[in-house]
């Protein structure tokens, strides 16, 4: 199976449609991304590995060294899914021209298709600048983790009449900056709705209802791997409950020495 491109991600806008919508999955290990990498599209190597990966306590602390090696692994170990990486809090706002250098080197140490930025209007002119220059960029609206303390926190947006007219025109800002996909994160149902009829490009949905054209979630949330998660995650499975489970016994079988038994033994003769 040849590897999905941008190109073709862009031109998966479903219009409500019957179309199909884009599947998305974090993956931040080449182990991870393998298991994955058949029934997504895209693979997206969030800076959520922040917290998933090395407890932090947001993604703030999340640095482009991090992201580029988890990216690499990921590349490594998926041949289908498009590869997209999310640029690190300080990597990129500062300038346009910051963002293309924290791009391109995450880009190149990788092997990753795409990068991902936070922000509507104010990224307007840096997505432009990336995409110009041979750098897809996928935006990212609604509940912007790396903005939590300016937000004050990671409750849904787009309840008061303000905030949901931004999310529109910022989407429609990074739409027209020429982003090949938005992320919309935490927003109320019916200003998701505005926001995908308001764009070209195929919107990407989490806690943002079925109606964008794809979803995405924490693979670790999904899987079940933590006791609390927001909302809008669906637990398909207790992976937790499991490995818990299966570490006991393994240490269970150590303390009565029923670990290892013949066939884990070496012996001389065979
Ligand atoms: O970092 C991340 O995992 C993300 C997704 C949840 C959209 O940005
Ligand atoms: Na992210």
Do not use: W
Not at 18 to 38: F, G, I, K, N
Not at 125 to 143: C, K, N, Y
Not at 232 to 255: C, H, L, P, Q, S
């Amino acid at each position: 199976m040849k590897r999905l491109t941008v190109p073709k991600i862009r031109a998966r806008k479903t219009d409500g449609g019957t179309d199909e919508p884009l599947v998305m999955l974090t993956a931040y290990t080449a182990r991870q991304a393998q298991l994955l990498d058949e029934h997504c599209d895209l693979l997206l190597v969030g800076d959520s590995l922040g917290q998933v990966i090395y407890g932090l306590p947001s993604t703030i602390p999340v640095t482009l060294d991090m992201m580029a090696n988890h990216a690499a692994a990921v590349v490594r170990g998926s041949y289908h899914a498009v590869v997209v990486v999310d640029m690190p809090f300080g990597s990129y706002e500062a300038s346009k021209e910051q963002a293309f250098e924290s791009a391109a080197f995450l880009l190149k140490q990788s092997g990753a298709a795409a990068v991902k930025l936070e922000g509507g209007q104010a990224m307007a002119e840096t997505v432009a600048f990336l995409s110009q220059r041979g750098i897809p960029v996928m935006g990212h609206v609604g509940l912007t983790p790396q903005a939590v303390n300016v937000l004050g926190g990671y409750m849904a947006r787009g309840r008061s009449d303000a905030e949901a007219e931004k999310i529109v025109s910022d989407a429609k800002a990074l739409d027209d900056a020429g982003a090949f996909a938005i992320v919309i994160e935490g927003v109320v149902e019916p200003i998701a709705i505005a926001a995908t009829q308001a764009v070209t490009c195929p919107t990407i949905g989490i806690g943002a209802s079925a109606q964008c054209d794809g979803q995405v979630l924490v693979t670790e949330d999904m899987l079940g791997m933590f006791e609390r998660v927001p909302r809008f995650v669906k637990r398909y499975e207790n992976i937790a409950e499991m490995i818990v489970k299966t570490v006991a016994r393994y240490a269970g079988e150590v303390r009565d020495r029923s670990f290892p038994g013949p066939e884990q033994t070496y012996q001389p003769k065979d």
